[in-house]
């Protein structure tokens, strides 16, 4: 039995591989610095493009940086598999996410008593947007740390409320927190796997 | 006497051992084949540390016996080989895992 488990380690070991190059969580990291800041000079709308722009660079930056490096794999069908019957889950949770997101963008101007209870949590309804959907990333990938960055960040805006801090000093503090694990991480991969000699001809 | 055929059951296993796979760089490379469907000669480069001309050569020996398939491609103008266990490697790596835990069991 010790030697499945072992294989099983291989192959999730393999699979991790992939996610632990830090890019996501730099991209992710700049993202919420870049909407802090944009927050802070009053054009919150420019810092909500940052999300998209973070998505856009994502597979390039895969291309560029993780691939030359870790090689290619196409891993077994049994995860492949899983990972496409979680990807329809996860399309109707992101849809839900997104839905309630606007609605909690909404529910800010109103006068009605929902629109008061929702004011007076803040910026939190606003973090357990963020929350879900980094957890939702880390169930579709099956990387734990998306559900840590799910606590922390319903942590970070429950703290910044009650303690009466700013939004943008809250989306400063985690992109930092981000930006610094995102920089850890990729230090770690480019050491660990370190850019080879492309293949020649003769190889193999 | 029953000393006897287990001693020479127990010699059996090891002689019947598929010493294709039982090569340690083999192992390792049949082990990281065997839960993925198929890798570049980049990845198996990295994640077994072998080097090049080591994983070559090692290779080459699993694909003479018919345990992998070696399809070569260009990605962006750059030469890739593409490896992937066959079933027969497959099954092959299934009966050495029996075999071992056979011979290794308590």
């Known amino acids: 039995m010790k030697t499945e488990i072992g294989l099983a380690r291989l192959e999730r070991e393999s699979y991790m591989a992939y996610y632990r190059d830090g890019i996501l969580d730099l991209l992710v990291g700049f993202a919420l610095l870049g909407m802090s800041l944009f927050i802070m000079i009053g054009d919150a709308s420019m810092g909500a493009l940052l999300p998209l722009v973070a998505i856009l660079l994502h597979p390039g930056l895969k291309k560029y940086v993780t691939r030359p490096r870790l090689g290619y794999v196409k891993f077994a069908t049994h995860r492949e598999e899983r990972l496409k019957a979680k990807k329809g889950q996860l399309t109707i949770l992101f849809a839900v996410t997104a839905i309630v997101g606007v609605a909690v963008l909404m529910a800010y101007s109103g006068n009605s008593t929902w629109h008061l209870w929702i004011r007076s949590l803040g910026a939190i309804p606003v973090g357990v947007v963020l929350a879900a959907s980094a957890a939702a990333l880390g169930i579709l990938y099956n990387v734990r740390r998306g559900l840590t960055y799910a606590l922390v960040i319903v942590v970070v805006f429950i703290l910044g409320h009650s303690l009466r801090v700013h939004i943008s000093i809250q989306l400063l503090i985690l992109g930092l927190l981000l930006t610094m694990i995102g920089a850890t991480l990729l230090l770690h991969f480019v050491k660990r796997y370190p850019k080879l000699p492309q293949e020649s001809s003769n190889d193999a | ?106």
């Open chain 2, 1 to 106: 006497m029953m000393r006897e055929n287990s001693g020479d059951e127990y010699a059996q296993v090891v002689v019947d051992v598929d010493r294709v796979i039982h090569e340690p760089a083999r192992l390792a490379l049949v082990a990281h084949l065997y839960v993925v469907s198929e890798a570049d000669f980049i990845y198996l480069e990295q994640r077994t540390k072998l080097t090049r001309g080591n994983l070559s050569s090692h290779l080459r020996k699993l694909e003479e016996v018919g345990y992998i398939a070696v399809e070569k491609d260009f990605v962006d103008r750059i030469p890739r080989t593409v490896v992937a266990l066959t079933d027969k490697g497959r099954k092959a790596f299934d009966l050495y895992r029996q075999t071992m835990l056979r011979f290794l069991r308590d």
